[in-house]
């Protein structure tokens, strides 16, 4: 399951790390939900999906310590039409939301900092394994680096908490200097929540890049799904 994290890590803190996914040709209509948080489901097509009308089950898992937990079926028919109820899922071993998204607890404003949550993915699996097959996940129609590029995610929380303010952090990567600001105005409710990084500014000039992403619960353009292979 190591890879496993590795992969998630790379499309959910996608602007922490300064790396970027590759454009796929799997996409979608944007999510069915219109409200900010609490979400109860998901249900979307992912447009020439590959596997056929295998029948093949999603889940969640806890990325943090790694674990499956409670994992809801569902199928996906032969035209990569899927819908996952999230009603029921609730995580049993939440951790502290500040640890989850490795929050500057000094530099940003955090309500109620000892929430404790979780965060999820979609995982297919094959009928007769017990490990996910492969990982489904859901990026912005508008190309990484293009300002509106954005990853979408969920988190359950226990409280209702909001995470909000301003930082700047510096990286270097692939011989370019970053400086990148960080804003958040994530309110989330008891539940399942989005959550939605944003990049809303960028420049570059020669080897020096300057960036400005927001993070919030909810997307203001289409997004798409794409999957991978992880293995079983």
């Excluded at 602007?15 to 970027?20: E, N, Q, Y």
């Excluded at 898992?61 to 035209?79: A, C, G, K, Q, R």
């Excluded at 409280?159 to 692939?174: I, L, Q, R």
Aim: charged fraction near 15%; include cysteine.
């Amino acid at each position: 399951m190591k890879t496993l994290k590795i992969l998630y890590a790379i499309i959910i803190y996608l602007p922490l790390l300064l790396v970027g996914c590759k454009n796929h040709d799997l996409s979608s209509n944007p999510i069915l939900e219109s409200d900010n948080s609490n979400i109860l489901s998901i249900a979307d097509t992912i447009e020439h999906w590959p596997l056929g009308n295998k029948v093949l089950k999603f889940g969640l898992i806890e990325n943090v310590t790694n674990n499956l937990y409670e994992y809801t079926s569902t199928t996906i028919d032969s035209n990569g039409v899927f819908s996952i109820s999230l009603n029921q899922v609730v995580p049993t071993n939440l951790i502290s939301v500040v640890q989850i998204q490795n929050l500057p607890t000094s530099l940003i404003t955090i309500s109620n900092p000892d929430v404790r949550g979780a965060l999820g993915e979609l995982l297919i699996f094959n009928p007769d394994s017990s490990q996910p097959s492969w990982m489904a996940a859901c990026i912005s129609k508008i190309l990484k680096d293009s300002v509106g590029y954005f990853t979408l995610d969920y988190m359950y929380v226990e409280k209702a908490m909001d995470v909000t303010g301003v930082f700047v952090g510096g990286a270097e990567s692939g011989g370019k200097n970053y400086a990148t600001t960080f804003e958040y105005k994530l309110h989330y409710k008891k539940g399942w929540n989005k959550i939605v990084v944003t990049l809303t500014e960028r420049t570059e000039l020669g080897n020096n890049i300057t960036e400005k992403y927001l993070f919030t619960n909810s997307e203001n353009s289409q997004s798409k799904w794409f999957v991978w292979f992880i293995g079983k």
